[in-house]
């Protein structure tokens, strides 16, 4: 080749490299300001955890008779994360269970690490649970939680942990740049007081300090995908996964699992998260042809025959191709490859300082006159287990795990629709273990000063065995009860004597089981509790995770 030849072939090469580049950095300066809008990566992901449907025990009432027989519907594990693009991040996981548990985070971790090796990691992940009373148990590691199941239960166990797992996975995937916004408001009619009289044992001037005797806020966080727009919402408010009865034997997420998934269908029928792919004329038509079906049964309504009626309809819309391949023009198979690839909108119910909000907001009343409670012992003529809370379907308890889901629901709804306050700062955590049985804590004196006491082991207490409104107890327990009872007190002997250090530290309960101490075949009750603290640096988002039920507090 002549060298004017290639002279003129390398000065037209590199112009046109002057060019690109000229372009790439004129792109590259219109998507800075975007990208700098955007300080987190936000992603989420949910997962089932329903577990085996029969012949298990169900977790939360302790009623040994309670064994699940099939499914009202089914549950899930519901993650989000939150990451700083070169910082930290966090993991929340929400479960449609009882509550979380330290061997199920264990196995979870062990998997995390050989997945990401350190990214995720006990100090940066937490699980909670929603608090139904209406999931498989057995999966928890002390002997207090699994007596009622007759030990652990290895299927319960694994798909909890393989489904954190996965929406872990699935989170993770989903990392987009985004924003995160908050929002609070009042939810009056989904929680009540289940333990009145003894929350009036707080000193006026304690009490004065709050408008309700339950805390009735739920506040919400917001998760927008740059792309997608809105992904996500996880909301935290009070009251008991106990609108389903000590005697329901269908699994069931109860109130708020209900309220997550009216949150997602709704999201669904709105088209969140928004998508790229196009759906043409025809697929418009018969989108259009089946929109007044339901998608799928997600909600809880009593009357099976309509569902079923639907779903025969929904079924003979589709056409049968006769044993042939659907062909790469079919608009099912257009929508369905399109739904596929997209992420799903995922929102959680979370649960918050439930220990004596009850859902169910008609009050107590005694199943044997219908008349209402002793307001002090929650007891029917001396007796407990004939007194019950109602709900706001009663006596229809799946109307009323409707109802008080759908109040949830439709609160959520208003907070994320006009949530606006951007959250923004560093993504920062921390994780401890606290051993709660030898801390020492500075009180007020009886004479005006302050004093050091000791905490000791845990123990539950007469009062305890006399369950709640919710699900009362068996034999002649009584809640409040301060004094014990001879047969029982030798009933305990039997399995454990306290010491006298024992019976002094948690006077003036009388101890029915003295959890705490108890060893054989292995601990009874966790005394050493893992608790985890997120927070954003502008302090407009804080999550508080602790191994225990957190409730309104109470004086004798």
Not at 106 to 134: C, F, P, Q, W
Not at 422 to 428: A, K, L, S
Not at 480 to 502: A, I
Request: hydrophobic share 35%; with cysteine.
């Amino acid at each position: 080749m002549e060298p004017s030849c290639l002279r003129y072939h390398v000065s037209g090469f590199g112009s046109r490299m002057i060019w690109l580049c000229f372009l790439l950095v004129l792109v590259l300066q219109s998507c800075s300001p975007a990208l700098s809008d955007s300080p987190y990566l936000v992603g989420m992901g949910s997962y089932d955890i329903t577990g085996p449907a029969a012949d298990v025990n169900m977790m939360g009432y302790a009623n040994a008779e309670q064994i699940a027989s099939g499914i009202h519907f089914r549950l899930k594990a519901r993650a989000f994360i939150v990451a700083e693009p070169n910082g930290k991040r966090v993991v929340f996981v929400n479960l449609d269970a009882c509550m979380a548990s330290q061997l199920v985070t264990i196995k979870v971790l062990e998997r995390l690490k050989a997945r990401y090796g350190d990214l995720y990691n006990e100090n940066n992940v937490a699980i909670s649970g929603i608090h139904t009373h209406a999931g498989p148990g057995g999966y928890l590691q002390y002997v207090v939680y699994i007596v009622t199941s007759l030990g652990f239960v290895r299927q319960s166990f694994d798909v909890i942990v393989n489904g954190i797992e996965q929406c872990i996975v699935e989170a993770h995937n989903n990392l987009h740049p985004g924003k995160i916004y908050v929002n609070k408001g009042d939810l009056l009619d989904a929680g009540v007081n289940r333990s009145p009289s003894a929350y009036l044992n707080n000193p006026a001037e304690e009490r004065s300090k709050y408008q309700y005797n339950v805390d009735k806020e739920m506040t919400l966080i917001k998760f927008v995908d740059d792309e997608l727009g809105p992904v996500g919402s996880f909301n935290w408010f009070a009251t008991h996964g106990t609108s389903m009865s000590r005697t329901n034997s269908l699994i069931s997420g109860d109130n708020k699992g209900a309220a997550a998934r009216f949150m997602e269908d709704w999201a669904e029928q709105n088209g969140m998260p928004k998508q790229g792919a196009h759906v043409t004329k025809d697929g418009l038509e018969y989108l259009h042809k089946i929109s007044g079906l339901p998608r799928r049964v997600s909600s809880i309504i009593p009357e099976p025959n309509e569902i079923t009626d639907d779903l025969v309809q929904l079924a003979s819309s589709y056409e049968a191709s006769g044993g042939r391949r659907l062909s790469g023009s079919s608009i099912t198979r257009r929508i369905r490859s399109s739904q596929q690839n997209k992420p799903k909108f995922v929102s959680a119910f979370c649960q918050s300082n439930c220990g004596d909000v009850s859902p169910n907001v008609l009050g107590t009343f005694c199943i044997d006159t219908g008349l209402p409670c002793d307001f002090n012992h929650s007891t029917c003529n001396g007796k407990n287990e004939l007194c019950y809370g109602r709900g706001p379907g009663y006596p229809d308890e799946f109307e009323s795990t409707r109802i008080i889901g759908n109040r949830q629901f439709l609160k959520a709804l208003d907070l994320f629709n006009s949530a606006s306050e951007e959250i923004q700062g560093r993504v920062d955590y921390r994780h401890t273990y606290l051993d709660f049985s030898q801390l020492e804590v500075n009180v007020p004196s009886s004479t005006g000063g302050e004093q050091v006491v000791k905490t000791c082991p845990a123990a539950m207490g007469f009062a305890f065995a006399a369950g709640t409104t919710d699900g009362p107890g068996a034999f002649d327990f009584e809640q409040g009860d301060v004094k014990g009872n001879p047969f029982w007190r030798l009933v305990r002997n039997l399995l454990k004597t306290p010491g006298k250090e024992q019976v002094e530290c948690q006077a003036p309960k009388p101890i029915l089981l003295d959890t705490g101490e108890m060893k054989e075949p292995y601990d009874w009750a966790v005394c050493l509790p893992s608790s985890f603290f997120s927070t954003i640096e502008n302090m407009l988002c804080k999550v508080l995770v602790v191994s225990s039920k957190m409730q309104t507090p109470y004086f004798l």
